[in-house]
C-alpha cells in the first residue's frame, strides 16, 4: 500500500469526517482543514450550563437503510449508540394520539394513513394509492420532476386523512420542503432507494435516534481514529481556493496565505460554501450555478426545558394539525434514558421553517409552547424552565420543484480533485445517509 500520498480533506462536517476517516483507515496522510474551532459542521452538541445538560443543535433520526452512515459509526466505534424502537406516534390537538409502527404486521394500519377517524373505505383508499405510490416510485414517469409531492399525492387518489395522519409529513420529514414545494422526484427517489433495501435485506426500514449526544455520536469516535492513524487537523483553517497546476490539484491555499501540499484533495462543504474553492475548474461556473440555484432550507429547532412531563407515549412524537411545516416533539428522557432533576427536556423540530426563521426567541418559544398546550394536555400548566432556540437558515439544500438534475457528481475534471456533500448527486435527499454516502464516493474516485 502506498501511504506516502497526502490527501487533504477540506470541510469537517460529517462527509468531510467520513473521507478523512476512511482515507485514514486505508493507510493514507490526511490533513483536514475545518473553518472553525470544532468539528461537526451542523451537527453538533450545544451545553447549556443553566441546567447543566447537554442537548443537540437539532435532534437526529436515522433508518436501518443507511449502510454508509452506519459504515461511519462503525469505524468510529458508536453504531451501537443508536436505538431503533417499534415506532412512534402520532398527535393530534386536544391530545388524542395513535401509536404507529414500521416492523411486521403492525406496519399495516400505519401504511393505510394511521388517522383514528379513517373509515374501512378510506384506508382502502389509501392502501390502494400507497401501492400506487410504491409502483411509480420504482417506474417514475416522466414528469415526477416537473410537479410537486402534494400534486403527485393527489393523482395518486391519497385519501386526506391519509396524508395528514401520515404522507405529508413523512415527504416534509424527508425533504425538509413542504409538499407544496417539494419535487415529487425527490420523494419518489428516497422512497425507491427505500423498497429496493427492503426487498434486498428482507426487512422493513425501521426508524431510529441516538440515545447520546451528537458530538458523541459522530465526532468523539473520529477524533479518536485520528489520533491513531496521525490525521492532522488544523482548526480555524480557512480555504480560500483549490490549487491546481497542470490539470491536477497540488494544494489548498488558505485564507491566511498558506498553502498546504496535497496529492489529492477532497472538497466537503455544503452548497452555500463552494464558492470560490474551485476557481480553477474548467466547469467551476456551472457547479457554482447549481449550487445557487439548489438554494437553502431553513430548519428550526427549539430545546424546551419544561418544569414538569408532557406525558408522551413515544420518544418521538409528530405534531398533527400544527403550524402548516412538519413538527416533531423528541421526549429526550426516552431517548436519552435522561433523568430530568426538575427540567424535562423536550425538542421541538420545524423543518421547512420559512415563517418562523425570521422571528424573535421569545416569538418561537411562545409559539412552540402554545403548538405543546394544544396537543398536551400535561402542558396547559407547563413552565419553561430554560428554553435554547436554534436556527439554521440554511440547514440543507432546497429539493424544490426544478432541482432535479442539479445534484454534481462527485468526479470532477481533474482526476485528484473530487467533492463530497449531501448535497452532491447520492440515492438519497438531503440526509446524514447522503453526505455519508457522497464521502464513500469521493474517496473511490480518489484512491482507485
Not at 414500521?102 to 374501512?120: F, N, V, W, Y
Not at 425527490?186 to 422512497?191: I, W
Not at 409552547?369 to 440543507?396: C, D, F, G, I
Request: a neutral charge; proline letters at 4%; hydrophobic letters at 45%.
Amino acid at each position: 500500500m502506498d501511504n506516502t500520498r497526502r490527501y487533504v480533506v477540506v470541510g469537517g462536517g460529517l462527509a468531510g469526517l467520513a473521507a478523512a476517516v476512511w482515507l485514514a483507515e486505508a493507510g493514507h496522510r490526511v490533513t483536514l482543514l475545518e473553518r472553525r474551532a470544532r468539528l461537526g459542521g451542523r451537527t453538533q452538541a450545544l451545553r447549556v450550563p443553566e441546567v447543566d445538560d447537554l442537548p443537540d443543535n437539532g435532534q437526529h433520526v436515522l433508518a436501518t437503510g443507511y449502510e454508509h452512515l452506519f459504515r461511519y459509526l462503525r469505524s468510529v466505534g458508536t453504531d451501537h449508540l443508536v436505538e431503533f424502537p417499534h415506532g412512534g406516534a402520532l398527535r393530534w390537538p386536544g391530545g388524542r394520539s395513535v401509536l404507529i409502527h414500521t416492523k411486521g404486521i403492525r406496519a399495516l394500519p400505519t401504511l393505510l394513513g394511521a388517522h383514528p377517524d379513517a373509515s374501512p373505505l378510506e384506508r382502502l383508499r389509501a392502501l390502494r394509492a400507497t401501492l400506487r405510490l410504491g409502483r411509480q416510485a420504482l417506474f417514475q414517469p416522466a414528469d415526477l420532476a416537473d410537479i410537486t409531492t402534494e400534486r403527485w399525492f393527489e393523482r395518486v387518489g391519497m385519501p386526506a386523512k391519509a396524508r395528514e395522519a401520515l404522507w405529508d409529513w413523512l415527504a416534509l420529514g424527508i425533504a425538509a420542503e413542504r409538499v407544496d414545494r417539494e419535487s415529487a422526484k425527490v420523494f419518489a427517489d428516497v422512497l425507491a432507494t427505500g423498497i429496493r433495501q427492503e426487498i434486498r435485506h428482507r426487512h422493513a426500514v425501521g426508524i431510529g435516534y441516538p440515545v447520546v449526544d451528537l458530538d458523541t455520536l459522530f465526532i468523539t469516535g473520529a477524533q479518536r481514529v485520528f489520533e491513531r492513524y496521525g490525521v492532522e487537523v488544523r482548526y480555524r483553517a480557512v480555504a480560500d481556493r483549490v490549487v491546481i497546476e497542470d490539470g491536477r490539484a497540488t494544494a489548498v491555499r488558505l485564507a491566511d496565505g498558506t498553502v498546504v501540499p496535497a496529492d489529492g484533495v477532497i472538497v466537503a462543504v455544503p452548497n452555500s460554501r463552494i464558492h470560490g474553492l474551485l476557481d480553477g475548474l474548467p466547469e467551476h461556473a456551472e457547479l457554482y450555478a447549481a449550487a445557487d440555484k439548489l438554494g437553502y432550507t431553513p430548519i428550526v429547532s427549539t430545546n424546551l426545558y419544561l418544569d414538569r412531563p408532557l406525558g408522551t407515549k413515544a420518544a418521538m412524537e409528530a405534531i398533527i394539525g400544527g403550524t402548516g411545516v412538519i413538527d416533531e416533539v423528541f421526549d429526550r428522557q426516552r431517548m436519552h434514558r435522561r433523568v430530568a432533576q426538575g427540567a424535562w427536556l423536550y425538542c421541538l423540530t420545524t423543518s421547512g421553517a420559512y415563517e418562523q426563521i425570521h422571528k424573535s426567541n421569545d416569538e418561537i418559544i411562545t409559539e412552540q409552547m402554545e403548538l405543546l398546550r394544544k396537543h398536551y394536555p400535561a402542558a396547559a400548566a407547563a413552565r419553561v424552565v430554560h428554553a435554547q432556540v436554534v436556527r439554521m437558515p440554511r440547514a440543507t439544500f432546497s429539493q424544490a420543484v426544478g432541482t432535479d438534475g442539479l445534484r454534481p457528481d462527485q468526479r470532477t475534471s481533474v482526476p485528484n480533485l473530487v467533492i463530497a456533500g449531501d448535497w452532491t448527486r447520492t440515492d438519497w435527499s438531503a440526509t446524514m445517509e447522503s453526505a455519508a454516502q457522497s464521502a464513500a464516493k469521493a474517496v473511490v474516485a480518489l484512491t482507485k
